[in-house]
Structures are given as C-alpha cells and as structure tokens.
C-alpha cells in the first residue's frame, strides 16, 4: 500500500463532505486500503466495521431513504470489469465512451437525477481497490495502441466526490498522462479543483463542468456549485494548462429558456477561450418515468413536470421532438456564435431524425459520432 | 397529549327525551354526509336496535352526543319523543379518550368514509394535540391510510376544504385522489373547478385529468386556474349545446390536452388530416411511430378473403402514389 500525500490536505471541500457523511461502513476484504484506512483516520466513531452486506441498515422506512443512502458509505471491492461501456439507451445513439464507476452515488441533489432510481444498492458505493483499475486501464491502451478512449468517472457519480479523500482523479490524471491514445474526463457540478491545479497532466485530462441555467440550479440541482462558481473553475483550469469540456445535459424546457441558455453560452465565452474547449454536449431532459414519484416526492417546488413530454423508443420520458429539435439548433446557433464554429458539439443519447433535424447531419451512427470524438483526442 | 387508561367504558342505560339532546355540539361528530336509507327505513321499521352513547351536560341538563348522531338526527326527523341511550359519565374520562371512544364506535360500525377519515387526522392534530409520529405510527394504519408525512398534510389539507366537497367525497362522487388535487387550490378555484366536476358528473379518472390538466396549464400560462376556464376553446367545450354531459366531458379534456400539449398536438393534427386524405378503406389504418419518435409510419390490414386482400394490395398502390402520404413521410421527418 503507497501512502498519500492526501493524508496531508485536509481542506474545507473535504470537511463539508465528511460532515455529510453519516457512516461509512467498511467490508472485511476492503480493510487495508489506503482509502479505506482514510476514511477510518477522518471518520473516527463513525468508521463502522461489518461483516457483510447483511449487517448494513435498511433506509427504506426512512423518511427520504435516499437522502440517507447519499449520507451513508459502503467501502468495497470492485470486481472485472472496471472499463465499462457507457450503458447508453436503446434505439439512440450513444458516443462510445467508457465509464469507470469507482464511485457509485452522489452526494449532490438533483431533482432530474436518474440515479435516484437507477442504482439498486443500498447506499453510496466506494470502491477502494483503485490500483485494479489502473491495471485494467494500463492493460487495454498498452495492448490497443491503436484504439483511442474517452474514459470518464462522472457517470453514476460526480467525479469529485471525496475526491481527496480517495485520490482517484490524481492518480488517473498522473496515469493518463503517458498515454496519448486515451483521454480521462472528469465530469463534475463542483467548483473546488484546487487538488488538481498542480498536477503534472500532460494536457490527457479533460475536466468537465456539467451547466445549466441559474434559474435550474437553483431549483433543480442542490448542493451544487453556481453557475458563476463553476466557469470561474473553468477559467483555472483553462490556467492549469487542461482542456475543457462543458455539457448542457440536461436541457430543459421552460418559458424564457432561450434568453437564459444563451446567456450561459455568452458567459463561457467570457471566461475561457474556445480554443480549450475540446467538447461539448448537448442533451434534453430524459429519465425513466419510474423516476417522476421521486421528483414528486423529493423537489416538491421543481417545475419539470411543466414540459411536454413524450414516451421514447426506449421507453424513457422525453421532449417532444419539435422541441427538442429547437433546443438543440439554437443552442448550436449560440454556441457557434459566441464560441466560434470549431468547437465540437454533440448530441447525447439522441435519434438519427434528432441528429438530422437538428444538425443536418444525416444518416448519423454511433461509430461516426464515436470516430469524430475520438479524433478531438 | 394523548393518554389512555386500559378500562372498559360503563354506560347507565336509561330513556332520554329527544329534545334534552344538544345535537349542535358536535365535538364527537366524525361524520360527514348523507345518513344511509337504508339506516332511516330500519329506525322506521324497528326502531333503535344499538342505543346511541350520550354524555351528561350538567351545566344545562342537556346531553351530548358521543355516539349516534345519525340515528338521533333521524330520530328527530321522523320527530320521536324519546330514545333509550346509554349515558356515560364524562367525568370519569379525558376528552381525548371520549373522542378515541367516539372513532372507534364509527369504525366498527359502518366504518369511516374519506372525508371522515381526514377530518379525524384533524382532529387528533388539531384538538387533541396528538403528535405527528404518534398518528402516523397507529392512527393512520388503524384508519388504513398509508402512514407517512405526505399523506398526513393531504388528509389535514383535506378536512380544511369545503363542506359540499367533503360531502360529495364521502358519497362518492369526487374521487378521494381528485379531492387531494383540490385541496391545494385556493378556495375559489377550488369551488369553481369543483362545480365543474360536479356538473359534469366526472367519473373518476376523468376528474384527475381533469384537475392535472388544468393545475399545469395555469402554471406553464401563469394564469389562476379559474381562468383557464375563460379560454374561448374550453368555454365552447363546456357550453356546447349540441352535447350531453359525457360527450361535453371528452372534448374538455381533449381541448385542454391539445392546450398542454401544443406542439404535439399540431404535429398530431397535421398527421391526422393528411391521414384523412388519403381515405383509407375499410381494413386499412395507418399509424404514426409511438411519439413521432422515428420516420416510420405502420399501415395495419385486415381481412378475412383472398378478394378483400387483393382489393387491399389495390389501395395500397394508390396510397403509395397520393402526395399525402409523401406529405406525411416528409412531415414526419
């Protein structure tokens, strides 16, 4: 086991996540670790040790149970795979990224997150075996020199969730840095990258911000940086020598959303120079319908049941297609306005019509979209 | 606080005269409604087979209701001089185990209707002081409520509506679902909406489309929702002279739908025309993708002879040369 400089760098983000953090409950085979043995260090009395899952408590009656299962951790073990295909939706187009779910669970509070429904575990989900990562990762560029990824750990958690504690973007960037045919992405609402300002990237991390409008942080999405917070990090970043990324996902529909879309477009423009931006996506509000009791439930004042919404093909709720189709041209037009036509944008989880509709791209598949990614890397 | 000694209550049975019963204290009252026929026809018939429960007033001489208000209601109706009752002795027992006493009886009588089931969370709540925990933990499963904290506001914001509402949920005609969508409405609305449903005579499913659809238009156009139903196309839908009530309800419902949904509805309205167009024979439907999500269209056939199939294969060549169906492809794209 290597030991940490984290051990040292005890910061305000790292004390605000701890202090969320009701217990941590440590598997027998995750004993050992380093994260583990910090968590331990950090959490005191409530560093629990269990013998198996069995022995963790049931949130269920709980008043919000899924409040309680982002308060709550469980330290474990991640078995193969550790390089994921993004699981993407049937009968849309998906853009080939791998995902690495060494966290699985966030601590932020979105009324429109998925993982409200979608993780069936019973709490936050610590992988501490990180090093089987990093074998995984060195194993496929090394023997796939050919084969270009876009690796991201900002799936099924915000990528910088106790992200000191556990050290998993430093140790990816430092990784990734020695390779040139794979890039990291760390996706993330935060703004507090100060951990990462420092390190030696080699220009193979992308740190992506996740936007959206004041108006939906505000309602939609607690305990999340503001929209200002999040381009002043970009704009350090940027200073940090790394490429940008910024994704508008979701898009959501509301009256007066054009002025307020544009407007965050404009403030991009304003903080970072184009010229970093490796990618940016765009995609429409869509989630299960399973997910509407929770938003119900749990942001009694959000305002996303106001859009008109379809079934899709793959059976999740979405804009109707007209709608969406708007959205997707005018914040094109904005973007290529304001930060010039070379920045790259693209779709997330859309139609092949979306893809021509709105872009004028026709016949589009997941291997041209995968390709021209893969090219900005 | 509520507290409750383990006893039995002992009632001295004894006759009472009608008129020495207070029936306007209505403290142990938990019913709402209509009393049943079929209870007013037995009384006639039979008389008082289980005596009402009173208690003794003794800064009047007069008695109070505990149990039995339908049955002294109906006694007085049908102007009875006297009614055998059993008398209890207030004095032996807490206001809150009298009312406990008094929700029980109904329980195990006739049981409790929505609108009486609500007004008892209120009372536990409001007069009686009985904790949140403590009506979610017993008093919400005895009244077989699902126990959690939303559902207890609902019922508190229930019991506060009106009474012909609350009457009108007890008799089953406004739906206890449709009921909680009223309840979060200001009183104007509410009412207004209310004689909607009512005029109408909204079935149940009806009445919460109905209700939805309306709360989020007047969200989405910043308009109270009485005055969604100012809108000329709703105003025709509900005035429409050449309609019965059913028939007035599906195009309401329709009309506003078209008003929630609008750019799936031109889309819709777009298909459907062109679809008329092409007039399409008996046997033969067309259907757009589910949500217009993708290009295809779905041309149904149904047949039962070789000769309505070789007809068939006729139209299909002609709707396959007509504009409307490129039209439609072309919409559609």
Not at chain 1, 161 to 178: A, K, Q, W
Not at chain 2, 122 to 148: F, T
Not at chain 2, 176 to 199: G, T, Y
Request: contains cysteine; aromatic residues 10%.
């Amino acid at each position: 086991m290597t030991t940490n400089k984290n051990d040292e760098f005890h910061t305000s983000k790292l004390d605000c996540e701890l202090n969320s953090i009701e217990y941590a409950y440590a598997l027998p085979d995750a004993l050992g670790y380093d994260i583990t043995e910090r968590f331990r260090k950090y959490l005191g009395s409530r560093f629990i040790n269990i013998n198996s899952t069995e022995d963790l408590p049931y949130f269920g009656n709980d008043e919000d149970p899924i409040l309680k299962k982002k308060r709550n951790i469980l330290l474990c073990l991640k078995h193969s795979p550790y390089l994921e295909p993004c699981p993407g939706t049937k009968n849309y187009l998906c853009c080939g990224y791998k995902i690495m779910s060494i966290v699985e669970g966030c601590h932020m509070d979105c009324s429109y997150c998925i993982l409200q429904g979608y993780l069936n575990a019973p709490m936050t989900r610590v992988h501490v075996n990180i090093k089987d990562y990093e074998n995984a990762l060195n194993n496929a560029f090394m023997s796939n020199p050919d084969k270009s990824y876009r690796i991201g750990t900002g799936e099924l958690a915000d990528s910088l969730f106790l992200d000191e504690l556990t050290g998993v973007s430093e140790r990816m960037i430092h990784l990734f840095s020695n390779y040139n045919n794979s890039i990291f992405e760390i996706k993330t609402k935060d703004h507090r990258i100060e951990h990462l300002l420092n390190l030696d990237h080699n220009r193979r991390t992308i740190i992506s911000w996740s936007l959206n409008t004041p108006r939906i942080i505000n309602l939609e999405e607690r305990r999340t940086s503001s929209l200002k917070k999040r381009l002043e990090a970009a704009a350090a970043a940027e200073q940090a020598g790394y490429k940008l990324g910024f994704h508008f996902d979701p898009l959501i529909d509301y009256s007066g959303w054009e002025k307020d879309y544009e407007e965050v477009v404009k403030r991009i423009s304003k903080q970072v120079n184009p010229e970093n931006i490796c990618w940016i996506s765009l995609g429409c509000l869509r989630f299960p319908p399973l997910l509407w009791p929770y938003i119900r439930n749990r942001f009694p004042s959000s305002k996303l049941y106001l859009g008109e919404f379809i079934r899709g093909l793959d059976g999740k709720t979405r804009y109707f297609k007209t709608i969406r189709t708007h959205m997707y041209s005018a914040m094109k037009k904005w973007i290529q306005e304001y930060l010039g036509k070379n920045v790259f944008v693209y779709l997330c989880m859309e139609s092949e019509l979306e893809w021509q509709n709105a872009f004028d791209i026709n016949a589009c598949t997941m291997e041209k979209i995968s390709s021209c990614l893969d090219n900005r890397i | 606080m509520e507290k409750i000694k383990r006893h039995n209550f002992i009632a001295k049975y004894q006759k009472v005269s009608l008129s020495e019963i207070d029936i306007q204290n209505k403290n142990y009252n938990i019913r709402i409604g209509e009393a049943l026929p079929v209870l007013k026809s037995s009384i006639e018939k039979h008389g008082i087979i289980e005596p009402p429960l009173l208690l003794s007033n003794a800064t009047n001489n007069s008695f109070i209701v505990l149990c039995g208000f339908r049955r002294i209601g109906i006694l007085k109706e049908i102007r009875a001089d006297n009614i055998q009752a059993g008398i209890i002795d207030n004095s032996s027992y807490s206001e809150f185990e009298l009312f406990s006493f008094a929700v029980h009886d109904n329980m195990l009588g006739c049981g409790l209707n929505s609108s009486e089931k609500a007004l008892v969370i209120k009372k536990l709540s409001n007069i009686h002081s009985v904790p949140d925990d403590r009506i979610m933990s017993y008093w919400m499963p005895l009244l077989s409520l699902p126990s959690n904290l939303r559902e207890l506001h609902l019922q508190k914001q229930i019991a506060d509506i009106e009474k012909p509402i609350l009457e009108s949920i007890a008799n089953g005609t406004t739906n206890i679902k449709a009921a909680f969508l009223l309840s979060e409405l200001d009183r104007n609305d509410r009412l207004c909406l209310f004689n909607i449903i009512n005029n109408l005579k909204m079935g149940n499913n009806h009445q919460k489309q109905f209700l939805k659809l309306i709360a989020e238009i007047s969200e989405r156009e910043k308009k109270f929702p009485s005055q969604i139903l100012n809108f000329s196309e709703v105003k025709d839908a509900l005035e429409n002279g050449n309609h019965n009530p059913p028939q007035r309800v599906v195009q309401l419902i329709s009309v506003l739908q078209q008003m929630r949904n609008p750019a799936f509805s031109n889309t819709d309205k777009i298909f459907k025309n062109l679809s008329n167009k092409l007039n399409l024979p008996k046997g033969i439907t067309l259907n757009h993708s589910p949500g217009y999500e993708s290009e295809e269209c779905n041309l149904m056939l149904s047949f039962s002879s070789i000769e309505e199939l070789k007809q068939q294969n006729t139209e299909i060549i002609r709707i396959a040369k007509s504009a409307e169906i490129r039209k439609i492809l072309e919409h559609d794209n």
